[in-house]
């Protein structure tokens, strides 16, 4: 599955960050790229938007042409094994 334009903002300025304020625990530094991508207008975030638009064609075109190819003939199906019946606990 693609990453979100979030993610992929994440992941381009986590490591900047974390250079910058290497103090700084994961759960604050990932709060600091959460303020920072709050705070970015629609067209600061176009550009991580078309990314993730076009990672989710090509992987929407991917998951097409495999599910297309369907399921292999030669593996075997496993048969409904009925589930184990509780017992009652004796007191």
Do not use: C, H
Not at 44 to 53: A, D, F, H, L, Q
């Amino acid at each position: 599955r693609p990453a979100s334009a979030y993610i992929l903002f994440q992941n381009e300025v986590r490591a900047k960050l974390k250079e910058q304020n290497p103090e700084l625990p994961q759960s604050e530094l990932l709060s600091l790229i959460g303020r920072r991508w709050t705070s970015m207008s629609q067209q600061e975030k176009e550009r991580y938007t078309s990314e993730n638009i076009k990672a989710k064609e090509k992987y929407q075109s991917a998951k097409a042409a495999y599910d297309a190819q369907g399921v292999p003939s030669d593996i075997p199906v496993v048969a409904d094994i009925p589930a184990p019946t509780k017992k009652a606990a004796v007191i």
